[in-house]
């Protein structure tokens, strides 16, 4: 805290390390309503590499969600780059950052966002389905998702049949289908109980351990000491980058 | 995402919404039916002045006293309506004055009341000599037609339309009856047969009498000679225009006339008739399916107003579908293809209920309704039209929306 200075957070980089999953150097969001100009990020450098399960925190205002907006490629920075596994994304059009958040990232919300008329595997497919695999495949990866979060005999119900634990793993069967290089979980258990949240943190913990990059933005505690690294935002801008707490 | 991906999307969107959709369909739905039906009736009154005026016979020109422009009224000399004479017809049916006339038929003709026993009946008296049965194409059903001898003596004899008998006596086989017209009594010789299918009843209400027996004993009057028109019959419907120079000149020639603007008679031809006969038909139909189409509008405007409902009540399923990878063309295509749906439903649901109302209808206002399958495929193109011009402003603000923003609604 003593240094109010940008925290450079990539950390020491290996000759033989992989290319960072992500990758933003000196990033800058301003919003703008009127007349009046409000930075919400201020210069964020952050590097993740692959294989990593890193916890983004930050009080509300802080900038985290305008930083996961940015990291999910469903805004652009106004000043800086970021790279997200290799690919510079920062002039990239509406309908390539379409492509980017359909073959890169896998979403997971906090209000789970499944389309209530269609069933579950129906809604796992959606992914592919933009991204214009075939139909008789799509069902089968639809349905291996689903059999992943331990969904496979509800493959059928709506989303309305399910209760809310099980509705945040249909939306984990949904980010996993495209075989995302990142899954990127906002506030998951944000509207989950106690049962449903260590539920979906443990698939989350062995999604973490079969090797899958996961960045998840929360506000508790004790849902960011699950993750090996915790990047703590304040006024738009990194403050703390340390090992999680396990 | 594929059409039928999307097709499927948009179906499902429909069906989530029955009553919502319903109603946006019916909008186009009356529309359309509106339409097929203005259409069908104008067509229909159209196809019903022309069938009468073509059963008057084939290759007909009409002459009547008079002349008269298009659509004004008549100009009349001096002594109005009794400009065309027998001495007329004479000369139009001479073979040097009109040789590509092979037929002439003066009528005189008058309304009249004719009696049998305790019965009378109001129709048509037509004076008239013996070619008129080949120029109005009409044949005798028993007995027989009057001959040149009795229309040289003015013999009291009578042609009766079936109809005409039929009234009288309740029968058509009343050869040898004697009726009276006016005081006088006539024998009828023969009854002619039904006018063709067309079923138009003037033609068979009629009752035909040699020219000579309706001046001189019927009518009387003061011009005995007076025709009320002549029917000109050419040689072939290739004919008709020379027909046509050939009765003009020396109709003119006959009455003194040098300029053929002031003539005191009126050659029509079958085609001019209809023509005359069908602008009013056709400017109203076109009236009609202005109005008709104004309703098809209103309909547009209501599908614009369900898809701008429907976007935005499913604001977070655009954010979700963009965040997964919806490219805007996409979301765009989808609502698209929703109005679209909606449109071609109404277009053909209103097609169906056209046809079934152009089947009704007929025998309710005993007018002919004619549906065109062109008339049917232009309105559920029109319908489809309508509802993808009216879903584009709708569909573009879906594309349109932020990902973020969309996701965040509630």
Redesign the interface.
Known sequence: MAEPTTLTASRPADADTPAPVIELTGVRKTYRTGTVEFEALRGVDLRIDAGEYVAIMGPSGSGKSTLM?IL?C??IATAGTYRLAGEDVGDLD??DL??I???RIG?V?QQF?L?P??SAWRNVE??L????VAAAVRRDRAVAAMQRVGLGDRLDNRPGELSGGQQQRVAVA?ALVGEPDLLLADEPTGNLDSASTRDVLALLDELHAQGRTIVLITHEEEVAQRAGRVVRVLDGLVRTDAGGGR | MTWTETLRTGWSAIRTHVMRSTLTVLGILIGIAAVILTVGLGLGTQKDVSDQISALGSNLLIVRPGSSTDSSGMRGGFGTGTTLTRADAEALASDVNAPDVAGVAAEKSSGASVEAGDTNWTTQVVGTTTSWLDVRGREVASGEFFTAADEESGAAVVVLGPETATELFGTTRVVGQTVTVDGTDLQVVGVLAAAGASGDSDLDDVAVVPMSTAADTLFGGTDRNAVSTIYLQAESSDALGAAYQEAQQTLLALHGITDADSADFTINSQDALVSTATAVYRTLTVLLTGIAALSLLVGGIGVMNIMLVSVTERTREIGLRKALGAPPWAIRRQFLVEAGVLGLGGGVLGAVLGIVGARVLPGLLDTSVVVSGAAVAGSIVVALAIGLVFGVYPATRAARLAPIDALRAE
Request: no cysteine; proline share 4%; hydrophobic share 40%.
């Open positions: 907006h999910g469903l805004d509406e309908v379409a492509d958040r359909n073959r979403f919300f966002h389309l008329s269609l959606l992914p389905v933009y991204g214009q949904r």
